[in-house]
Structures are given as C-alpha cells and as structure tokens.
C-alpha cells in the first residue's frame, strides 16, 4: 500500500511542490524545535521523489526540497536584513528567497548528478554519500555558509555517539542512511528485514559509543569563567552616543567579577576601534592583573602599521586576551554582507544594509596561535567560525578550551541563535573540549566535551553566567583525522556505485 502511495507521488506532476514540503518541513528537526524524527521522514520521502527521474527533472525536484530548507531554515536573516538592516519588507523577502535560490542550487545540483549518472540505481550506498559531499562543499565554495546540516538534528539521538569519531558529516551519511532503510521497511515490511537489522545496528552502534569517554576533563586543571552579556541593542550598538553607556554597562557588570579566573566579554563588546579605547582596555586590564584575573573580549581592531596605497589601515574583527592573559586573534572566515561586501563596488550605497558601518573587514591569518588565559591556551572563534567544523578542529588542535564570541543580537527572537548553539554543541563533541560561549544577548552557556550544555544564561537580559571549565586529557578521533575518513569512504562508495553501472550498461 505504502508502495504504491510512493510511486504515485514520485510519477505525479505534483512532485516538485512536495519536495518543497518536505525541504521547509526539515528545519523544524533542528534546534530549537528538536523535531529529529522527522529529517528521517522528510529526506527519506526525498530520496524517493528522485529515483527513475531524468537528470532535468531530478534537478528541479533537488533544487525544490533546498529552496524550501533554506527559505524556512534561514529566515532569521530577514530579521537582519529586515528589523535591523533598514531593508523594505518585500526587499528582504527576496533577498532571503534569492538566498535561499542560491543554495538550494547545490541540492539541485545534487539531483542531477544522483539520476545523471544512475546512483538511483543502488540508493541505499549513494544517496547518502552524494548528499552528505554536497553538505561538506557547503563548507568551503564561494567562502563557505555551513548551515542547515542534517547531522546537527540528531545531536539529540542515539547516533549522537559517532560525533567524536566522524563529526557533523558522518551523522548526517549515517542518519540519512537510516532515513532510507526506514523508508523501505515502510514500504515493503518483512521483505526488507535486511534494511531494519541494518537501522538497528547503526542506532545501537551510537548508543554504545556515547558511553565510551574519548576526553576526560581534568578535575585538577579548574578554570572558573564569567561570562557578562550585555545584552546590548543592536539598533544603537554603534552609534556614537551609546559607547560610552555600552562600556559603562561592561564595567559596571564585571566590577563583581575581578577575582574569577577569566572575565569574558562578547564580539565586538567595546564598539570602537582599539586604538580610540586604550585608556579604558589599559583600565579594565590593570583591574583584571590587580585580581590575578585574565580579561578577553572582542574588539574591531584596525593595523596601523600597515597602510594601503590609500593611507588605509586593514580592519579586523578581534578577540583579544588581557590582564593575566595575552594574544590576540583575527577572525579568519567572515560573513558576506555582514563583515564585508561581495562586489562591493557595484553593492554599497544601493540600499542602507549595504551600506552598514563595521562591514569592511579583512581576514586573519590560518595560522594563529592559541590566546594564553592564565595558565592556559584558548582556542578563539568568533561569530560563525564556529560553524565551520575544519577550522574549529584545527583551531583547537593545541589549546585547553575553546572560546567563541558572537552577537546574535542580529537575529531577533528567531531560531538563528539557537542553531548557532546546537553547532557549539556538535564542535565540542567533535573537539573533546568545553567551550565557553559568550554573547551580546544570548545564548551565553558552557558546554562540556560531551555537548552538554552545563550552564546557559537567559536570553535578552543584561546578566553574568558564573561557571567552571576543565582542561581536558584524551583527544576525539575526530580531532586526529578530521573528516577525511568519512570523505575517503564517501568518494569510493560513490566510485564504486559509478563503475558497476557502467559495468551494467555495457
């Protein structure tokens, strides 16, 4: 029965509109709804909607599901674009569906190539792996915007017990593998006993591992944080008027905190430039030594030392460590349209989002060494670099504790800042290390190398998050090898699925 209804809905002219359905349905399982049985549903039902299709028709089938997950998983970005950007309302519906045309090209792309080349003949070893690969280019291409991943929607499963081993990329290969084998039991019951022992070892395998400890925190290496968020307006945020109120608010919030081991503070937290702050950085420094403390906090940063022809220094959104600390960090992957403009030539000054202060910032060296925090080493991420498994592994691959700052003021009341979370979350199972997170307005929290979210402070209140972090013994496998495991095994599945269609033809 269940069959039928399938293959009606796979020749039907109404496909394309399902598989929208089913693309707007998916965010709905990540955070902060958790809704993770139904990606098995949605992208198992997808699956189908793509086999014995031509490669035009799979194409546009493909490109429908990710117009739909993007349109819905990302449209925090018309808060941005919309309540915070001065962008007209119908303005920034189009921008975010022409976000949303764009990477909904990579599924489309997806689709093509799964029926152009016949994987759909043997769905169960290439769909899986297919999808995931498009996933991971989502990582790098065009600057990379790593977003909307299926693994991170099963953070809260079984399958959360691979993450220290293969990461974000190999829970999406395995939980999209079991969407498909669940989709066939569906269909064809007992017949298909093979494809439900195979769910069942997949799911019993996570189950297992969340039980094995890869990193243990070391009880004797305590670091005790403060995290003050601001919960500064974005509306005002720069504005000149209102830097003097944002300092006093900081100082005024940490006066009780002097003592703690680390006193932490969010991106871009001192809105001036650090040359113009000195005074009170040299301040806020000398109370956090006189405590035996260390200061950190974002800071835009301009160079000085290196001007272009034009007389203009490069500018650099920062992070750096004071008092009983020291470094400094340049954020390495920026936001496009947020830290600088793409054609920026032909973009600013057409409307006033492209026009923003603080939107022309240059990129950090790859190769950065960690902050020193007392005794310790902090991997520094600011903002969306934490998204972005590669650089986050790399980044931690010396230090004792990651720290990322962010201003999700951005994003409203949306889902934005709980999806940034929940890949806080996925980045510290992967690295074995606990991440202190601290933000403007929320969500500030510490969460341990299981990705337990030990401490989170309430969003939109101007608060301290008090708490404690360990250095860690132990490293992930996922931290040894990266991806590169699930990629290997990816491209030969793929090129052995390819050579024996081709082998079939002839």
């Not at 994987?119 to 769909?127: G, H, I, Y």
């Not at 925190?217 to 509306?235: A, E, H, K, W, Y």
């Not at 793409?342 to 989002?353: D, H, K, Q, V």
Request: net charge neutral; proline share 5%.
């Amino acid at each position: 029965m269940i069959a039928s209804v399938i293959t009606h809905i796979r020749q039907s002219r109404f496909a394309p509109l399902l598989a929208l359905i089913l693309g707007a349905s998916t965010p709905l399982s990540l955070a902060p709804y958790h809704i993770w049985p139904l990606a098995l549903l949605t992208i198992g039902l997808f699956s189908e909607l793509l086999r014995y299709q031509t490669a035009k028709a799979a194409f546009w089938r493909g490109w429908s599901f990710g117009f739909g997950l993007w349109a819905t998983g990302v449209w925090w970005l018309f808060v941005s674009l919309h309540d915070y950007g001065n962008t007209p309302t119908w303005l920034a519906t189009v921008m975010v569906a022409v976000v949303a045309a764009i990477m909904g090209s990579f599924t489309g792309v997806f689709g093509f190539l799964y029926c152009k080349y016949h994987f759909d003949r043997k769905p169960l070893l290439s769909f899986a792996p297919l999808f995931m690969l498009f996933e991971w280019l989502k990582t790098w291409i065009f600057t990379g915007f790593p977003w909307l991943f299926t693994g991170y929607a099963f953070i809260d499963s079984a399958l959360v017990g691979y993450a220290p081993v293969i990461g974000v990329f190999g829970l999406s290969l395995l939980a999209i593998i079991s969407a498909q084998a669940l989709i066939t039991v569906l269909q064809y019951g007992y017949k298909a006993w093979s494809y439900a022992l195979l769910t069942a070892a997949i799911w019993l395998g996570g189950f297992g591992l969340q039980y094995h400890l890869w990193s243990n925190s070391d009880l004797s290496r305590p670091l005790t944080v403060s995290i003050v968020q601001g919960n500064i307006p974005q509306d005002v945020k720069w504005q000149l008027e209102w830097r003097d109120k944002t300092l006093a608010i900081y100082k005024e919030l940490s006066k009780s905190e002097w003592g703690r081991d680390l006193v932490i503070w969010p991106e871009a937290a001192v809105p001036m430039f650090q040359y113009e702050a000195n005074d009170f950085l040299t301040e806020m420094s000398n109370n956090a030594l006189a405590s035996h403390s260390a200061f950190v906090t974002g800071i835009p940063y301009a160079d000085l030392h290196h001007l272009d022809v034009y007389g203009m220094p490069p500018f650099y959104n920062s992070m750096a460590a004071l008092g009983d600390g020291e470094g400094l960090y340049f954020k390495q992957r920026l936001v496009p349209f947020g830290e600088y403009i793409p054609f920026e030539s032909l973009l600013r000054g057409t409307i006033a989002f492209f026009s923003r202060d603080m939107s022309s910032f240059s990129a950090g060296d790859p190769h950065q060494s960690p902050l020193f925090v007392k005794d310790y080493r902090l991997a520094a991420a600011i903002c969306y670099e934490i998204a972005y498994p590669e650089l986050t592994r790399h980044n931690a691959e010396n230090a004792d504790f990651i720290a990322t700052l962010s201003n999700d003021g951005w994003f409203g009341h949306s889902s934005g800042p709980h999806q940034h979370l929940q890949m806080v979350q996925m980045r510290a199972l992967e690295t074995g290390k606990w991440i202190i997170r601290a933000t403007n307005n929320g969500v500030s929290a510490l969460i341990d190398p299981h990705g337990h979210i030990k401490q989170q402070a309430p969003q939109f209140q101007r608060t301290v998050l008090r708490g404690t972090v360990y250095a860690t013994t132990g490293r992930t496998p996922y931290s040894l090898l990266g991806n590169w495991p699930v990629l290997i095994f990816s491209f030969v599945l793929l090129l052995w699925v390819g050579w024996t269609s081709r082998q079939r033809e002839r």
